[in-house]
């Protein structure tokens, strides 16, 4: 049997008949078919949870000034909130982040057709949010909840004590947080390509990772606020557009160092021509 090897370090792959690879495809097919019921089945069981009332007031710093949680609503009974990796002492968001929020633009506003509003929220002061904005040109709602204790109440920012004790919950897990504690070997300053998003964003290690992604659900009914659902780390990979299409792509996600950039940072001359490593070079 042909076989041909890809240039990328992949296992050898087969070369067959189209009638071989028909065979294939529809056997994958039945694969496919059942994980989109099940992935159905457990949109259903996300809607099925348990409501938890909000009791404590939080308050934004948004284009139109001091907002309450109630007001990101804008009119509609639900609000999705996407927590973007961008802390006070960032020059720069979260360059994955950033990967994922360029999708907003596109669909935001469909959804704020539908009776659901999106917003990003960070923690760095909204003036920073509001120039990073601009430079990449975002329209989607996003505010700062700078000052505020939403980001530290959702498990998604972390303060220096808990970094070095380790008392912080993520994802669910008290004792999955060894990726955001500093100071647990003085001579550790981080992994060699967490430094390097780190200094993306104008930060160390320590500091980068006192933020961490997510997004969580809320409802509003009967002018009573609810949290229906949050989700962190890779529950956050469905969400993410450029993922999807990569996970059909011949050699899947080919993540190799750190190869995601920020849109307007990318080579327009060469990034055609260029595989992962050659992007980051």
Same mark, same amino acid.
């Given at each position: 049997?042909?076989?041909?090897?890809?240039?990328?370090? %992949?296992? =050898?792959?087969?070369?067959?008949?189209?009638?071989?690879?028909?065979?294939?495809?529809?056997?994958?097919?039945?694969? $496919?078919? $059942?994980?989109?019921?099940?992935? =159905?089945?457990? +949109?259903?069981?996300?809607?099925?949870?348990?409501?938890?009332?909000?009791?404590?007031?939080?308050?934004?710093?948004? !284009? !139109?000034?001091?907002?309450?949680?109630? =007001?990101?609503?804008?009119?509609? @009974?639900?609000?999705? %909130?996407?927590?973007?990796?961008?802390?006070?002492? #960032?020059?720069?968001?979260?360059?994955?982040?950033?990967?994922?929020?360029?999708?907003?633009? +596109?669909?935001?506003?469909?959804?704020?057709?539908?009776?659901?509003?999106?917003?990003?929220?960070? &923690? +760095?002061?909204?003036?920073?949010?509001?120039?990073?904005?601009?430079?990449?040109?975002?329209?989607?709602?996003?505010?700062?909840?700078?000052?505020?204790?939403?980001?530290?109440?959702?498990?998604?920012?972390? /303060?220096?004590?808990?970094?070095? /004790?380790?008392?912080?919950?993520?994802? #669910?897990?008290?004792?999955?947080?060894? @990726?955001?504690? @500093?100071?647990?070997?003085?001579?550790?300053?981080?992994? !060699?390509?967490?430094?390097? %998003?780190?200094? @993306?964003?104008?930060?160390?290690?320590?500091?980068?990772?006192?933020? +961490?992604?997510?997004?969580?659900?809320?409802?509003?009914?009967?002018? %009573?606020?609810?949290?229906? #659902?949050?989700?962190?780390?890779?529950?956050?990979?469905?969400?993410?557009?450029? #993922?999807?299409?990569?996970? &059909?792509?011949?050699?899947?996600?080919? !993540?190799?160092?750190?190869?995601?950039?920020?849109?307007? $940072?990318? =080579?327009?001359?060469?990034?055609?021509?260029?595989?992962?490593?050659?992007?980051?070079?």
């Amino acid at each position: 049997m042909p076989k041909i090897k890809t240039v990328h370090g %992949i296992e =050898d792959r087969k070369v067959v008949s189209r009638e071989e690879w028909l065979k294939a495809r529809v056997d994958l097919l039945k694969a $496919e078919k $059942e994980l989109t019921r099940h992935s =159905d089945d457990l +949109a259903r069981k996300r809607q099925e949870l348990p409501w938890v009332k909000i009791d404590k007031e939080y308050q934004f710093d948004s !284009e !139109e000034g001091k907002v309450s949680l109630a =007001d990101l609503f804008k009119g509609r @009974s639900q609000l999705l %909130i996407y927590h973007f990796m961008f802390g006070p002492d #960032y020059k720069a968001g979260c360059p994955h982040c950033s990967a994922i929020a360029d999708g907003f633009n +596109a669909f935001w506003v469909h959804l704020a057709n539908h009776d659901v509003m999106l917003s990003a929220v960070s &923690r +760095a002061p909204l003036q920073k949010l509001q120039a990073y904005k601009q430079r990449l040109g975002w329209t989607f709602p996003w505010v700062s909840s700078h000052g505020s204790d939403f980001n530290y109440d959702f498990n998604v920012s972390f /303060t220096q004590e808990q970094q070095r /004790t380790g008392n912080m919950q993520y994802n #669910y897990d008290d004792g999955n947080v060894s @990726s955001r504690q @500093s100071d647990i070997d003085p001579n550790d300053t981080g992994p !060699e390509e967490g430094k390097k %998003i780190a200094a @993306s964003t104008g930060t160390d290690w320590a500091t980068f990772t006192q933020e +961490a992604p997510g997004m969580s659900a809320f409802v509003l009914e009967d002018g %009573i606020l609810y949290h229906t #659902y949050s989700t962190y780390a890779r529950g956050l990979d469905g969400l993410w557009g450029i #993922y999807q299409w990569l996970d &059909r792509a011949p050699l899947g996600r080919n !993540e190799g160092g750190v190869w995601m950039r920020r849109h307007d $940072e990318y =080579d327009q001359k060469s990034q055609h021509n260029a595989g992962p490593k050659d992007c980051c070079a």
